[in-house]
């Protein structure tokens, strides 16, 4: 079992949606501080303000930091150490699902590039075997990322670059020597404003009245409340580089086993 208690978490993504409910959970489970990055600063200046007037004066800051912009990137982690110090567990949560010709390259940046220099910060800072206290990064991929969708396919491979990323960084011995434990969870079709307007959002219009009409109808949107739930469990109980599942309200799921034999099935392939 790990605790959440006396531990300062950073959450990109934090301003509001999922970010939000992480940062709120974290600090009913005994959180000593939440730093909330986002790009929307009215929203996050008061949901910092919110959570302080809640759980305790200056629990709670945020930073506006585009995760898609490394200055912001090593701007905002450098204002977290100088108000806390030290950083216990980061919740990379920033995403944008949008495949849209404007907006898919930025969605990349922020969904897969933003989370790397922010996990790569945290394992250098975190390392016991370079003088650190060791810690927690968990990666929010998708359930995009272990299925096949022709309407996002840049989103799914952003989010499928999550998982394979996380997974090699935490192979042994990594947990061993540096004391980071690398935590990835696949989020399934979630209550967020993530997928509302799903319509605009594919990288070829002519596909979006068939994959709307198959969301409807194929696909439960959990409760945010699911995705907290999972977030937590994940985080008090999760070996290093575990992977789990959260999807249609159903209790988390360790899927490490899943994704493990799919890779040795990979491998006889490639022996052959």
Not at 185 to 196: A, E, Q, W
């Amino acid at each position: 079992m790990w605790d959440v208690k006396d531990k300062t978490f950073v959450i990109t993504g934090g301003a509001s949606g999922l970010g939000a409910g992480y940062a709120k959970a974290c600090l009913e489970h005994g959180a000593k501080n939440v730093a909330i990055l986002d790009i929307a600063e009215k929203l996050g200046n008061a949901t910092a303000e919110q959570l302080n007037e809640t759980y305790g004066t200056n629990k709670v800051i945020f930073v506006k930091c585009d995760v898609s912009k490394e200055e912001d990137i090593v701007s905002a982690w450098d204002a977290v150490l100088a108000q806390f110090k030290q950083i216990n567990v980061i919740i990379n949560n920033a995403g944008i699902m949008v495949d849209a010709p404007n907006i898919w390259r930025t969605a990349s940046d922020v969904n897969w590039q933003g989370l790397v220099s922010f996990t790569l910060k945290g394992v250098s800072h975190m390392r016991k075997d370079e003088g650190g206290a060791g810690g927690t990064i968990l990666n929010i991929a998708s359930t995009l990322g272990i299925t096949k969708m022709t309407f996002l396919p840049i989103y799914s491979g952003s989010k499928m670059a999550v998982l394979h990323f996380s997974q090699c960084l935490a192979m042994d011995p990594f947990y061993e020597n540096t004391g980071v434990r690398v935590l990835t969870m696949c989020l399934g079709c979630t209550d967020t404003p993530l997928i509302d307007n799903l319509e605009t959002r594919s990288w070829d219009p002519k596909l979006a009245d068939d994959f709307v009409t198959n969301i409807a109808n194929n696909y439960t949107r959990q409760k945010r409340e699911s995705a907290v739930s999972a977030l937590i469990k994940m985080l008090t109980t999760g070996n290093p580089g575990s992977i789990w599942l959260t999807l249609d309200d159903k209790p988390a799921r360790d899927i490490t086993s899943v994704i493990d034999n799919a890779y040795k099935e990979f491998e006889k392939v490639m022996a052959e």
